[in-house]
């Protein structure tokens, strides 16, 4: 049971990360160890499937740098790997006058971030890409594309398994120890040595990380998002993806319209606190887990703040009519019995001690281990390069 690295986590940033580990000293003896019994069966199997093109993000911020270097990545491998997608473009529509400033924010990062081809467009051209569409001004982003991730997820496991690498199943990680020279990797199965270990743990990232850095001054609080799909008869509401202008002061991007690689049209997500790390519905809870999230100081100061657009997102949560009308302002047609149940995924949204949502890619390292301890939308977009990131880090003690 003696490895050279044990990647722990089977979403896409953790094949990725062992993906490009491979790549680098192919001689490694590499393990995955995924808790599930399939890969990518948290948030990259529940995402919306969107290939971002960076342009919300802080220039020179981690996600700005992993967003647009592995949307790059992204585009090669599934032309390489022929794996469906389709760079569709979306639309960011500012729906009143004073979310322009906000939109001509978001413009000016994009052209910071080098994003070529966006460009600012009228009411009228927003109705000619988007008949359906109510809007004062938009910005047209063309490399925003689709994409099935799960499928990329997949393809990556296998490459990891040609490349040499190991994937094990059902190996939920219960301990990781270090000492001078090696860790120990405890599941509820097994125990596993390696020179290094690196976590990539999604919705449990925070609690892997304690095992070696007990200090982390943050934790996962997991926000659950719920989709409707459009029906059949009303697909043709909407061409390709609409997006609002996000609040700002929110680090959500809000209900928005995303057509998918299968052809449907899904509508939303909202944002809720989900009751456990992996509460895919209302009635799934979890006591230890809820106070674990009630009790952390920075949850009780993000709740004081945004009490009552956390109050807003609930109540949509509850009524299909409350979030119909929010759809409402892209898309004044839209009416209730267009809609039909969709799917939902808990996104982890770290959150440290201060009441401070982190909004970049947090990477942790000390001794013999490696740990992702924050890694938010666009992560499934920038996976490569994250893994290109973290693999760099991991891969030092064998140069």
């Known amino acids: 049971m003696k490895y050279d690295i044990v990647v722990v986590g089977g979403g896409i940033v953790g094949l990725a990360t062992a993906y490009k580990l491979l790549q680098k000293k192919s001689n490694l003896k590499l393990l995955l160890l995924e808790k599930e019994s399939q890969l990518a069966t948290h948030q990259t199997g529940h995402n919306s499937g969107v ?54 924010n978001i413009y000016k990062r994009g052209i910071e971030n080098g994003l070529e081809g966006i460009r600012k467009i009228s009411a009228d051209e927003i109705k ?15 490399q925003t594309g689709i994409i099935d991730y799960k499928q990329v997820a997949n ?7 040609t490349l040499g690498g190991e994937i094990l199943f059902n190996q939920e990680v219960t ?45 996962i609080v997991p926000f659950r998002g719920e989709y409707f799909k459009l029906k059949e008869n009303r697909k043709y509401l909407v ?47 979890g006591m230890v887990e809820l106070v674990e999230t009630l009790s952390w100081p920075g949850f009780q100061k993000v709740a004081a703040k945004y009490w009552k657009t956390g109050f807003g997102e609930m109540y949509r949560s509850f009524s299909k009519a409350a979030f119909t009308r929010a759809l409402q302002k892209l898309i004044p047609d839209i009416r209730e019995e267009d809609l039909e149940p969709g799917g939902a995924g808990v996104r ?10 982190l909004d970049d890619f947090m990477i ?36």
């Open 51 to 104: 290939i971002h093109s960076g342009i919300y993000y802080k220039p020179g911020s981690l996600k700005a740098k992993n967003c647009i270097e592995g949307y790059h990545e992204m585009i090669n491998f599934c032309k390489k790997e022929d794996i469906d997608y389709e760079l569709c473009g979306k639309v960011i529509v500012a729906t009143s006058s004073n979310e322009i400033p906000t939109l001509n």
């Open 155 to 161: 393809r990556l496991g296998e490459k990891i398994s």
């Open 239 to 285: 061409r390709n993806l609409i997006y609002p202008v996000p609040d700002p002061n929110f680090p959500f991007l809000g209900v928005h319209f995303t057509r998918m690689i299968d052809g449907a049209v899904e509508a939303g997500p909202n944002a809720v606190l989900a009751f456990r790390r992996e509460g895919y519905s209302k009635s799934q809870i």
């Open 175 to 219: 301990g990781i120890t270090s000492s001078r020279s090696y860790s120990e990797v405890t599941t509820v199965n097994s125990t596993y040595t390696s020179k290094q270990v690196v976590t990539c743990g999604g919705l449990h990232s925070d609690r892997l990380a304690r095992h070696t850095a007990p200090d982390l001054n943050v934790k």
């Open 128 to 142: 000619e890409r988007e008949p359906y569409v109510n809007g004062k001004e938009g910005i047209f982003v063309p």
């Open 348 to 357: 982890a949204q770290a959150c440290d001690r201060e009441g401070g949502l």
């Open 364 to 399: 942790v390292e000390n001794k013999n281990a490696v740990h992702v301890c924050n890694a938010p939308s666009p992560a499934a977009t920038s996976s490569l390069s994250i893994g290109e990131t973290v693999a760099n880090i991991a891969v030092k003690p064998f140069e």
